[in-house]
């Protein structure tokens, strides 16, 4: 399978609805995509400026300055001490990891590539991509044999599952016995809702409650866009086995997948600065505050959201009638459709949108 052989995009089929949206006299509330609307930080978006004199070509692999930054982000906000350069990679956001890494790793027909039920698509993107079967089960015990790649979420996109250390280290050990790479996608690791951020309430897969000593087989991924509103950066990062960050930067190089010199700087900055963070996380805790109540009281009951950026709620009845009484009142959400087949009568609110919008969504939702 190629490219040219992967389905429409789904995000086309709730055009009708957030049309309809749009015509509630006072305008959509856009709860669809989780795109990040509060402003860059500005010291962020000055060390980007500063670094715009890029005449030579950026290192694949990163600056030193913004290896060792990761590295120190990982002991410092995930509880992983020991990372060094042979550890991390930059990349160019997580979409392009998430979607390339069964090529990178050399996966095709007849491996499998394991997901969440409740599944980003571009796991199975990847999986197709390649040829390889995509396989979605959240229990590590009936993990196929076949399987070559593993991704769990943590927090979940779209659920907002936070898996314990416990649970970590099941997949981990699970992993290992199949011969497969395990890949944790953390991109939301620093909005854990269930203790404060200071107390670290989103386990990393390296952390060596999980692990030990041992990183073997074992990837955590993690994104700047949610955490330091850095969607339109593109960047993001790996870090694990070193064997397997060596042999991802050796593919990577070949296909020239390398982060933009300005943007190695800005991330050096922003993994740096975690006050920045500490507002920002503030700021969608307030959304939630206002926004969850609102949906309850509206009929809809809510599953995990434990973590992240979304809302993962249910009223009873298929998506897309969800998505028809909610374009109604002018707001607009995701369909559980596009998060795999188990959950049809799920919908994703995300929590980016202004402070204004979120409060009128409350008051419609109320109404």
């Known amino acids: 399978m190629g490219v040219a052989d992967l389905a429409d995009y789904p995000w086309d089929a709730v055009a009708p609805y957030a049309e309809r949206a749009r015509r509630h006299p006072d305008g959509i509330v856009d709860l669809s995509i989780g795109s990040p609307v509060d402003p860059t930080p500005q010291v962020i978006a000055e060390?980007?400026?500063?670094?715009?004199?890029a005449h030579a070509y950026p290192q694949t692999a990163g600056t030193p300055a913004l290896r060792e930054a990761i590295a120190e982000w990982y002991h410092r906000r995930r509880g992983v001490p020991g990372l060094s350069a042979a550890n991390?990679?930059?990349t160019v956001g997580s979409k392009e990891l998430v979607a390339l890494l069964p090529l990178l790793l050399g996966l095709g027909p007849g491996d499998a590539v394991v997901h969440p039920r409740a599944a980003y698509p571009t796991y199975e993107v990847g999986a197709r991509l390649v040829g390889a079967e995509p396989v979605a089960s959240?229990?590590?015990?009936?993990?196929?044999?076949?399987?070559?790649?593993?991704?769990?979420?943590?927090?979940?996109?779209?659920d907002g599952r936070v898996l314990s250390t416990d649970e970590l280290a099941d997949a981990v050990a699970r992993a290992r016995e199949i011969g497969a790479v395990l890949a944790s996608d953390e991109c939301?690791?620093?909005?854990?809702w269930d203790a404060p951020w200071d107390q670290q309430p989103v386990p990393s897969v390296l952390d060596p409650a999980v692990v030990a000593d041992?990183?073997?087989?074992?990837?955590?991924?993690?994104s700047l866009s949610k955490q330091s509103n850095l969607a339109g950066y593109r960047a993001a990062f790996l870090a694990g086995d070193p064997a397997l960050v060596s042999r991802l930067l050796t593919g990577r190089k070949h296909l020239g997948l390398m982060p933009p010199a300005p943007v190695q700087r800005a991330m050096t900055v922003a993994l740096g600065d975690d006050e920045h963070v500490a507002v920002?996380?503030?700021?969608?805790?307030?959304?939630?505050?206002?926004?969850?109540?609102?949906?309850?009281?509206?009929?809809?009951?809510?599953?995990?959201?434990?973590?992240g950026l979304y809302l993962w709620a249910t009223e009873g009845r298929d998506a897309w009638e969800s998505l028809d009484r909610l374009a109604d009142l002018g707001i607009l959400v995701g369909p559980g459709h596009f998060y795999g087949?188990?959950?049809p009568q799920h919908v994703r609110f995300s929590l980016t949108a202004t402070d204004e919008r979120i409060d009128a969504a409350a008051e419609r939702l109320r109404a």
Request: avoid cysteine; charged fraction near 25%; glycine fraction near 6%.
């Open 47 to 53: 060390a980007l400026a500063d670094a715009t004199d």
């Open 88 to 90: 991390v990679l930059p």
């Open 138 to 158: 959240d229990d590590p015990s009936s993990w196929p044999a076949n399987a070559r790649l593993i991704w769990i979420n943590s927090p979940g996109n779209p």
């Open 188 to 192: 939301y690791a620093e909005l854990g």
């Open 214 to 222: 041992d990183l073997t087989g074992v990837l955590s991924v993690y």
């Open 280 to 307: 920002q996380r503030e700021r969608y805790a307030r959304r939630r505050a206002v926004l969850k109540p609102a949906i309850e009281a509206a009929g809809f009951t809510i599953d995990r959201s434990e973590g």
């Open 341 to 343: 087949t188990h959950f």
